[in-house]
């Protein structure tokens, strides 16, 4: 497993990484001008923050693991879809939605896969929206659309995933059961801290 490590490792540094930064950079340019375009027109911002990154070779090879897929493959793009991935924050909820539309409405990307987690929050109470979309980037050997996974999630959303995101990756914590119980209990009441905040800003700006 160490050298397949060591294989991908060295694959992935040389133009393997390129493609999906280059990928990388064209969302979060995309983003920015969606961001922009809306600001001019509606006087409001619809982004809070954007964050970006490639995955390391170690995490696609925990996640390959995890899948049980075999990571001699040279394929691998097909089986993991976010080693490129971007964050889009916003402070509405409703805002998701906008984003949603805006990104569909570009006729430059597509939208290959949609997962809301939104509409349908996972038992631990995650939820963002995650699109996979498919960016074209010319190559000396030609056209390749590059997938780039997209997820949108609130200031709420995203700060009570970091938490539960560090709670899955640290050992030795006392009472991990209970406080994934309280995580959950406090996904519910950032939901409804969400809606309400979103029901301010409708009459306000009625
Ligand atoms: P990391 O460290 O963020 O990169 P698929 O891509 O459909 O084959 P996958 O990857 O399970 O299968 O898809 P899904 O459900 O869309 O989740 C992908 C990413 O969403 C994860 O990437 C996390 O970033 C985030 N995510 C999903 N579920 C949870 C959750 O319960 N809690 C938190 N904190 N984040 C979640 P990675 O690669 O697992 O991790």
Known sequence: AVKEVLN????????FKIRYQTA??????????????????????L?????SRI??????????ERKQLNFTTDRIADYIRDIAGVRVITRFISDIETMQRLIKEQ?????VTEKDYVA???????????????????????????PVEIQIRT?????????????????DIPNKEQLRTDLTRKAHDITQLDEEMDDLRAKIRK
């Not at 979060?28 to 001008?33: E, I, P, Y």
């Not at 982004?47 to 964050?51: R, V, Y």
């Not at 170690?58 to 390959?64: L, T």
């Open 8 to 15: 991908l490792t060295q694959k992935f540094d040389g133009e």
């Open 24 to 45: 990388l950079d064209l969302i979060v340019a995309k983003l920015n001008f969606i961001d922009r375009s809306y600001q001019l027109e509606h006087d409001a911002t």
């Open 47 to 51: 982004i809070d923050s954007i964050q």
């Open 55 to 64: 995955k390391s070779p170690d995490s696609i090879v925990e996640k390959m």
């Open 107 to 111: 006729p430059d990307i597509q939208v």
């Open 120 to 146: 349908n929050p996972k038992a631990n109470g995650y939820r963002s929206l995650h699109l996979i979309v498919e960016v074209p980037v010319y190559l000396s050997t030609g056209e390749e659309r590059i």
């Open 155 to 171: 200031i709420g959303m995203n700060f009570w995933a970091s938490l539960e995101h560090e709670l899955n990756y640290k050992k």
